[in-house]
């Protein structure tokens, strides 16, 4: 399905990485066949939960699965219909009207809640408002327009300020018949509780560096680099598209190379080459490439706080890089929103970033 099923004007989407196709356009799905193999049997069994988190790291596939579920039960509203019952997975065929209604957002029954575009600053809003979400949840106060199923498509639960995290709680609480939240989380375990208790738990592991390789080459539009190039980036991006495309566009991987080095001497900081780093986030092409440092210094933090936790570390040791994630995060959407210098921020992160890895070793 090409990535110009949907319409080219208007302003950049929040939910999507410019330059690769929109998760509801991508036709391919790699490396979940079993999470959804699980949709599947729930749905053609009459038991499926009416409201999914649906976690793991940015960039491996989850946006993907949710557009599929979507348009596998919008185009098969009724499980018992013998195209479910023998379905091996959730492939639908792009030609139908149903699936293009959903690739042009023409379709009346499934909505996306996502940071909205600014008109005033040309800019995403850095949270899901609770507007949003209201605006959003109408659709679940009246009939379905086809007549059968509505589904919500939240990227990402991570976006959520407190308001409307409990706008979105009071309508998952108790959801009409034939509803469907599709929620996904780039990190669950943050996630208000209460939507977590409410939700069936999906958690998707970054892909094999060959799967990752064939989501890339399977893009209509595929970057331009060799199967060596491919490789050696899916290696570095860790299991995620969405990184192994940033890594190939925005930053090389010699560069990608020298943050991991950085980020593997902490805490000690060689800030030489750190003020170096912050030198390349200037002028445009700098943007993507605060962005891929970005992406690769909150997975590291994510990364080793999941080691730590898994050799036995307590919550006093892994507090202190739990909350310079949260730091790092919340200056990346202030930098970003108000169009900020990139490099004190870049500056600011290894500074923080030590003090955490002293402190958890402490």
């Keep these: 399905m090409s990535r110009r099923a949907a319409a080219d004007e208007g302003p950049p989407e929040s939910d999507a990485l410019p330059g690769a196709p929109h998760p509801r356009e991508t036709e391919h799905l790699f490396g979940h066949a079993a999470a959804e193999h699980d949709f599947l049997e729930a ?68 909505v996306v809640l996502r940071r909205e575009w600014d008109p005033k600053t040309k800019k995403h809003f850095t949270e899901i408002r609770v507007d949003d979400v209201r605006k959003a949840i109408n659709l679940f106060h009246s009939a379905a327009s086809e007549g059968g199923w509505r589904i919500a498509i939240i990227d990402s639960a991570d976006d959520l300020n407190r308001s409307s995290a409990n706008a979105l709680l009071k309508i998952i609480e108790e959801p ?35 799967d990752v390789v064939a989501a890339i080459k399977a893009m209509e539009e595929a970057p331009n680099a060799s199967d060596k190039e491919l490789m050696t980036a899916a290696v570095r991006a860790s299991g995620s598209v969405r990184d192994t495309l940033l890594l190939l566009a925005n930053a090389s991987i010699k560069q990608a190379d020298d943050v991991a080095r950085l980020l593997s001497k902490l805490p000690e900081v060689d800030w030489r080459a750190v003020h170096t780093l912050a030198d ?28 730590n936790a898994a050799s036995g570390a307590g919550p006093r040791s892994l507090a202190p890089l739990a909350q310079v994630w949260e730091k790092i995060a919340a200056s990346a959407r202030e930098t970003q929103a108000l169009n900020l210098d990139r490099r004190p921020i870049i500056l600011s992160i290894f500074a923080d970033l030590s003090a955490a890895v002293s402190a958890s070793r402490g």
């Design 280 to 307: 390349s986030t200037l002028g445009r092409e700098g943007g993507e490439v605060f962005d891929a440092v970005l992406t690769m210094v909150l997975d590291w933090v994510d990364a080793h706080v999941r080691t």
């Design 43 to 110: 749905y053609r069994e009459g038991r499926l939960p009416q409201a999914w988190l649906i976690g793991g790291r940015e960039g491996i596939g989850k946006a993907t699965l949710a557009w599929r579920v979507a348009r596998f039960i919008l185009a098969n509203p009724d499980p018992s219909q013998p195209a479910v019952q023998r379905a091996t997975d959730l492939h639908v065929d792009p030609n139908l009207p149903v699936v293009r209604r959903i690739a042009a957002q023409s379709h009346g029954d499934v």
């Design 176 to 210: 009409p018949p034939k509803s469907l939240f599709l929620i996904i989380s780039h990190r669950p375990a943050a996630t208000m509780p209460t939507i977590r208790s409410r939700c069936r738990r999906l958690m998707l592991s970054p892909l094999p560096d060959t």
